[in-house]
């Protein structure tokens, strides 16, 4: 019911601005003024994967339409937990009960860049795909940029995918992949093909990382196995009202709630499931140790991993050395992805944990629960290194992937450094695309004339990510 609401009071707001726009109300971009964007997006929650992608699109859109001609906005939930994040960038506070937020807040500004990766989709929750409908829906009514940059579309509940063809079909969405395209097409959606914009960033230097295994106990000669767990099994999340008074009351159903009036799936099908999938990883990942005498290291890309981490390292350091456990409560994501590029091998079922350390060419395999890296680990030519966390014999292939990983590094590697190149290309391409866009919608906006470098649509590239440009560009 709760969402329900979300829904008709985004779709109210929506036609309301549509109804103020045509009444005159509002002061459109005028030539010589400072184009103002809002980056919509779920920021703050320490999503290691959702902050860097947006730092990297801010860092692209500002070096492709000028620094000095633009300025951006981002949301966060929880400022403390985005400091010294987004640099040049004004943030806003993100609110739990986000319509009013958005009546008053896209207003203010002359275009929204939606965010966020799992854009349009019911898988983790519809109220996340109603505020991105929400967002680019008031600007597209407005008659202003509404842009979905470098999102995925997946399976909608009926009327969730009712809303985005109704309210989206004036934005604009580059997806990360074809097959979110495939989706959208039907709705109506204009969409390009593009990629994920996290290619680009450039974390601490790998000394960093290797300092902090160090400090863990790695001695500077075994190879480094990372191991990214999730609770694949409790989403998506739902308002429950009952839950919530219930809780205020007494305290229970506290293990399952996420936040406000929203609760994680669960039950004893959840719960055995679950225990299946970590049993899985860590007697396949202890065997494996014992028989390599690799480093292991299991790592919280969300705050949310950190119980998955210490459910799979308690079987895991069961009668052996304990694996230590990097958060990103505890590392921001400068010193959390240094950590993981420092790693030689990754078995990941967070989307961002491998590709944020694919330009260090580290090894990776992943055990997915949708479709974000089934399609990067296809899109690699690496299906062979792909599982699913409902996988019913998931310790001995997992078993087979690890000593694939350990022993065909040169070739994986190859294969990752050329995927790595083809994202740069095309994440350059999104930033044509969007500059083509802004000066549909604004044709008084001056763009850059001429012809152009590739890697001129690209924020400055590192040196690790330039040594790959010139062996695979």
Known sequence: MMDLVLQAWVSGLIESARVKHVMGAGRPWRAGEKLKLLFAGYNGTRNTGADVRVEEMLRQVRHVLGADRTEFAVMTQNFDRTAGYFAGTKQVRLTDIFPPFLASEVPQYDGVIACE???FKSKFANALTTMMIGSLGIAAAQNKISVGYGGEAGKMDPLIASMVARYCKDSFV?????????????????TELGTDTAWTFEPNPTSYGQKVLRDHG????QQVLAVCP?????????????????RAVTGAFSEIHYRSVYFHNAGPAVDAAYDRYCNGIANAVREFRDRRNVFVVLVAMERLDAKACAKVGEKLNAGGTAAPVFTSDDYNMFELVSILRACSMMVTSRYHGAVTCMPGLVRSAGITMDERLRNLLTDRGHKDLLLTVDEPELEPKLAVILEKLYNDGDAVADGIGRNVVKNLKVMARMGVFLEEHVQQRYPEFAIRRGSHEWTEYLPPLSAELQRLVEKYG
């Open 117 to 119: 990766g799992s854009m």
């Open 174 to 190: 580059i997806t990360r992949n074809e097959e979110s395209r495939d989706v959208l097409r039907p709705l109506g959606v204009p």
């Open 218 to 221: 790695w001695d500077g000669q």
């Open 230 to 246: 999730i609770n694949p099994f409790w989403w998506p999340v739902k308002a429950a009202l009952g839950k919530f008074a219930v």
